[in-house]
């Protein structure tokens, strides 16, 4: 279907499977440019206190306020989160659960993006911002950044999660590139826009723009 609906319909074709994945335990997504650093044990599987559902947390706004998460602010869309609401921001590429659940939050995301698209909207963040509107009213197992630890970024290297890296998040520019797998610009271009970001944030005035700017680039390695 091309970019963004391929990230957007994965929800309906878990569900349409559900035959299948239903005779599992858990069920587990993680984005393809996740590597595994270290063994991955039971720390990951929520319980009932949980709601049976696990996500991780977005490095690019661990520690960050509520207000800046990049909710979908839209009233018109069914992933609309409205300001001075939530306590987490979640990435669309690692989250798991026992499969009833699992199942259910696919069920409902993959309803709520047909009705949007019916209605000719496309959620901000696509498939991640239908998963924090799911969670919204849930008590998911929050797994830390060093499950989800992007590769090369500066300002995350002096953090105590550098120590511990469990899976860690390769830089989509060597496997395509952030756009290049949107059908929207080449690799040579996608170096270039990372560049672009970093000049960006060496001469911005304001730390609320380097901020910015560094939430961009780390946008390039999670979508």
Known sequence: MGWPYDSMIRFEMFY?????LE??????????????????GEEILPT??????????????YNKPINTYPYDRNPNCTAYIPYNTGKHYAPGGFND?????????????HQNVRIDLK????????????LNKYILDKNPLIMPIN?????????LK???????????????????????LRGAINIK????????????????????????YELMLSRLYYD
């Not at 659960?97 to 995301?109: A, D, P």
């Not at 499950?147 to 300002?155: G, H, L, R, S, T």
């Open 16 to 20: 349409r499977r559900k035959p299948t």
């Open 23 to 40: 005779k599992c335990d858990y069920l587990f997504f993680l984005n393809i440019n996740l590597i595994c650093k270290k063994t991955i």
């Open 48 to 61: 009932e206190k949980n709601d049976w559902l696990t996500v991780c947390t977005h490095s690019g706004y």
């Open 97 to 109: 659960g026992r499969s009833s659940e699992f199942l259910k939050f696919c069920e409902i995301c």
């Open 119 to 130: 209605n000719k909207i496309i959620a901000l963040w696509h498939d991640e911002s239908y």
């Open 147 to 155: 499950y989800m630890y992007p590769k090369n970024v500066k300002w």
């Open 158 to 180: 002096e953090s105590h999660f550098s120590k511990d890296i469990k899976m860690e998040l390769r830089d989509k520019v060597h496997y395509g590139g952030h756009y290049y």
């Open 189 to 212: 271009n996608t170096k270039l826009n990372k560049l672009k970001y970093h000049i960006l944030k060496f001469f911005a005035i304001s730390q609320e723009k380097k901020d910015e």
